[in-house]
Nanobody, 120 residues
Framework: QVQLVESGGGLVQPGGSLRLSCAAS????????MAWYRRAPGKQRELVAA???????NYADSVKGRFTISRDNAKNMVYLQMNSLKPEDTAVYYC??????????????WGQGTQVTVSS
């Protein structure tokens, strides 16, 4: 079994910064794509950023130039540095990993989510 646990959410003023972290644990052989999604109130979940095992990244247009995704393969961690935050970034943020487990099964896993609120 694999678990993903996010941390780092909170309340921040517009223009501020937050850094989200997601730790994967369990019977992990390799983690392929790692990603961050978000769901804002009244909206569907959307992809924010993704990073391949070789650190190729892609971003939603709405966060390009403000957010940076990174990973530490040795620690099975993925991070999301969020700068110049806007009220419209308010959402629950979820990490999502494609994990090859030690039993050679490939599955997609979600974290429980962490709330980010941007407000003055």
């Amino acid at each position: 079994q694999v678990q993903l646990v996010e941390s780092g959410g909170g309340l921040v003023q517009p223009g501020g910064s937050l850094r989200l972290s997601c730790a994967a644990s369990g019977s992990i052989a390799t983690i392929y794509t790692m990603a961050w999604y978000r769901r804002a109130p009244g909206k569907q979940r959307e992809l924010v950023a993704a990073i391949s095992r070789s650190s190729i990244t892609n971003y939603a247009d709405s966060v390009k130039g403000r957010f940076t995704i990174s990973r530490d393969n040795a620690k099975n961690m993925v991070y999301l540095q969020m700068n110049s935050l806007k009220p419209e970034d308010t959402a629950v943020y979820y990490c999502n990993d494609d994990v090859l487990a030690s039993d050679n099964t490939l599955k997609n896993y979600w974290g429980q989510g962490t709330q980010v609120t941007v407000s003055s």
